[in-house]
């Protein structure tokens, strides 16, 4: 069996496990976490059962019905007025419930249904004042457990997190725990705000958790870890196929990452062997800075980066792009700045290129500009102020503006001398 029908094998078989389970009786707060974390339940073959019924059913239905509808309201760009009410009046309702009922009891307990109502005041308290009071009665009754880690552990901390920011998603997970992992993996993917700072799984860890995906019995007859489940392998599997094929933003990336790629450049002042010349990697001129990106990018992209590519002819014209990224329809245009003057030239010529290149979008359709400052007096104040008026004049073509500052170990440009026998 490849890699491929292990993984589409898996996939039909945690899709087919919720289709069986939702055909019978499921929790609502089951259903709203399932349609929260896959969007869109028809595309895994998965199909919901209808939707949340009359305010007054919902209001009076307990905290099950509650917490789907916070799912629905957290998913939502913008929630209905009624939904909104309706929310809010059922938690009202359910904030009566004597301490110690049974009820209270049974939702302290449930980390999908804290989730799900976490959600829902989440998204609608920045509008709505009176959620404060709402806020202060949670977190009076959803405490971070205090027992064994379970699966849904982390969907605790999250929803905790997302009504009083603590970060307490900085904890550490047990990797010893699978389940946990696979969880966090999910909540990250579906509420990536929440986890910004804090720490991605290890690239060894995600390969562990897919393969358990991929080989360990499934959760046969618990409908909210077959659907957690299969909502990681997807994420997993999305960012495998990524980090194979970089998508125009990883280009955007690397080319960034180049200026501190720079920090090891070679120009040695004398040589350090006997009877040789000293080493200098001198960039003088825009040919060199190209050289210099392709030996970044062809490692990545191989023979799907060209170098002076020709592109369609403009009446008598015939534009060349400096690099292109076939797959990406990507275009690399490399700008060399000796002197200042340069600079206002150079927003001229990009107008020109933009004119030129994209007369045929079938081919390349995005443009990325390399600016190479070999300026002696820098002024880096000048970098943002023209990167944004060029992303002002045309930002359906320009995916990004990148700087590359000259190594601080190459010399002035009035300072390099090339005569060899003069310098040693």
Same mark, same amino acid.
């Given at each position: 069996? +490849? ?23 499921? %929790? ?7 349609? !929260? ?10 199909? =919901? ?14 905290? $099950? ?29 359910? %904030? ?10 049974? @939702? ?9 109502? =976490?959600?829902?005041?989440?998204? /609608? ?30 969907? &605790? ?10 970060? !307490? ?25 929440? @986890? ?14 897919? *393969? ?5 019995? *499934? ?11 299969? *909502? ?30 720079? *920090? ?15 080493? &200098? ?28 590519? @020709? ?45 030129? @290149?994209?007369?045929? +979008?079938?081919?390349?359709?995005? %443009? /990325? ?17 023209? !990167?944004?008026?060029? %992303? ?14 000259? $190594?601080?170990?190459?010399?002035? !440009? ?11």
């Amino acid at each position: 069996m +490849t890699p491929d029908d292990l993984i589409r094998c898996c996939h039909s078989s945690l899709s087919e496990s919720i289709r069986n389970a939702l055909s019978v009786e499921v %929790m609502p707060h089951s259903e709203g976490w399932i349609r !929260r974390i896959l969007l869109s339940l028809s595309e895994a073959g998965v199909e =919901a059962s209808a939707s949340p019924g009359h305010a007054h059913d919902i209001v009076y239905a307990g905290y $099950p019905e509650l917490s789907r509808l916070g799912f629905d309201i957290g998913a939502s760009e913008a929630p209905s007025v009624d939904a909104v009410a309706t929310f809010l009046q059922g938690i009202r309702r359910f %904030m009566n419930n004597r301490e110690g009922s049974s009820s209270l009891v049974s @939702y302290a307990h449930d980390d999908i249904a804290i989730l799900g109502i =976490a959600d829902g005041i989440a998204r /609608i308290k920045p509008n709505h004042p009176e959620c404060q009071e709402c806020i202060e009665w949670f977190l009076s009754v959803v405490t971070p457990s205090r027992t064994k880690s379970t699966w849904s552990s982390r969907m &605790r901390l999250l929803a905790l997190d997302l009504l009083e920011s603590r970060g !307490r998603l900085r904890t550490s997970i047990d990797t010893r725990e699978v389940d946990e992992l696979i969880t966090d993996i999910v909540l990250r993917n579906t509420w990536s705000s929440q @986890y910004i700072g804090v720490p991605g799984l290890a690239a060894e860890t995600q390969q562990h958790v897919l *393969k358990h995906l991929l080989i360990e019995a *499934k959760p046969e007859g618990d409908i909210d870890r077959s659907a957690t489940w299969l *909502k990681a392998l997807e994420v997993l599997v999305d960012a495998a196929c990524n980090s194979v094929v970089p998508r125009v933003s990883d280009t955007v990336n690397i080319l960034r990452s180049v200026q501190h790629g720079l *920090k090891r450049w070679i120009f040695d002042g004398r040589a350090l062997r006997r009877n040789l010349t000293p080493v &200098r990697w001198v960039i003088d001129n825009e040919y060199h800075v190209q050289s210099l990106l392709w030996a970044v990018l062809y490692p990545i992209y191989g023979g799907e980066l060209v170098d002076e590519t @020709y592109l369609a002819n403009w009446g008598l014209t015939q534009p060349r792009a400096d690099l292109g990224i076939l797959k990406l329809k990507l275009i690399i245009e490399v700008k060399f700045v000796r002197e200042h003057s340069d600079w206002s030239n150079l927003e001229g010529e990009i107008g020109v290129d933009l004119g030129l @290149y994209f007369k045929d +979008t079938g081919r390349f359709d995005r %443009m /990325i500009i390399v600016v190479y400052d070999d300026t002696n007096d820098y002024r880096p104040e000048r970098c943002d102020g023209f !990167r944004n008026a060029l %992303m002002r004049r045309d930002k359906d073509k320009i995916e990004d503006v990148i700087f590359i500052r000259r $190594p601080g170990m190459l010399p002035d !440009r009035n300072q390099r001398n090339f005569n060899v026998d003069a310098q040693t």
